[in-house]
Antibody, heavy 117, light 110 residues
Framework: QVQLEQSGGEVKKPGASVKVSCKASGHPSTDFAVHWVRQAPGQSLEWMAW????????NSAQKFQGRATVTRDTSTSTIYMELSSLTYEDTAVYYC??????????WGRGTLVSVSS | QPALTQPASVSGSPGQSITLSCSGTSSDVGSYKLVSWYQQHPGKVPKLIIYEDNKRPSGVSNRFSGSKSGNTASLTISGLQTEDEADYYCSSYASSGTVVFGGGTKVTVL
């Protein structure tokens, strides 16, 4: 079945960038989309962006436009989310999740990004 | 500030039915048949339990049901069980290829 394997936790300083990866396995083609959702400690889920893995089309929440970049490498079925100009408020668990027509039916295990000086 | 409004907490006794609400607007919940619900136990990954307003993924208990009226979606948990104690989040497609979430509801089984 489809699995999403995410990269390990990161510790970054304010102002830095972080790039989180999400490798998809078990999917028969690149005809799928992946979303990025984050969850700050003790907070709710927050949708960030999505990418159509097949054609590379992306979109992001207005809050992250200009700061979050989602890309993919179809040769390795890996999706990347890069977040720049990090602040303490970006400390969160970042999840990738497969699109099930605007629902999220398969999730990665999450990547903890800690922003600390 | 989450775009969708959910009650912070709901509680019930084992065997009871409870209903969680998710209020949006005519730009999201009210315009599309694309409300989803997720269950998240502490320290765990969210799990999809309802999609497209009222559909259940394979393997999800039929004790979970979704409905919608106007700009408000609802999740009903019938025959409440101790393992249902978790946080529940709603989400909705919100036009132009974006998604919004609610603030989450903590369900407590008394």
């Amino acid at each position: 079945q489809v699995q999403l394997e995410q990269s390990g936790g990161e510790v970054k300083k304010p102002g830095a960038s972080v790039k989180v990866s999400c490798k998809a396995s078990g999917h028969p083609s690149t005809d799928f989309a992946v979303h990025w959702v984050r969850q700050a400690p003790g907070q709710s889920l927050e949708w960030m962006a999505w990418i159509n893995v097949g054609n590379g089309n992306t979109n992001s929440a207005q809050k992250f436009q200009g700061r979050a970049t989602v890309t993919r490498d179809t040769s390795t079925s890996t999706i990347y989310m890069e977040l720049s100009s990090l602040t303490y408020e970006d400390t969160a668990v970042y999840y990738c999740a497969r699109d099930g027509y605007w629902s999220f039916d398969v999730w990665g295990r999450g990547t903890l990004v800690s922003v600390s000086s | 500030q989450p775009a969708l409004t959910q009650p912070a907490s709901v509680s019930g006794s084992p065997g009871q039915s409870i209903t969680l609400s998710c209020s949006g607007t005519s730009s999201d919940v009210g315009s599309y048949k694309l409300v989803s619900w997720y269950q998240q136990h502490p320290g765990k990954v969210p799990k999809l339990i309802i999609y497209e307003d009222n559909k259940r993924p394979s393997g999800v208990s039929n004790r979970f049901s979704g409905s919608k009226s106007g700009n408000t979606a609802s999740l009903t948990i019938s025959g409440l069980q101790t393992e249902d104690e978790a946080d529940y989040y709603c989400s909705s497609y919100a036009s132009s290829g974006t998604v919004v979430f609610g603030g989450g509801t903590k369900v407590t089984v008394l």
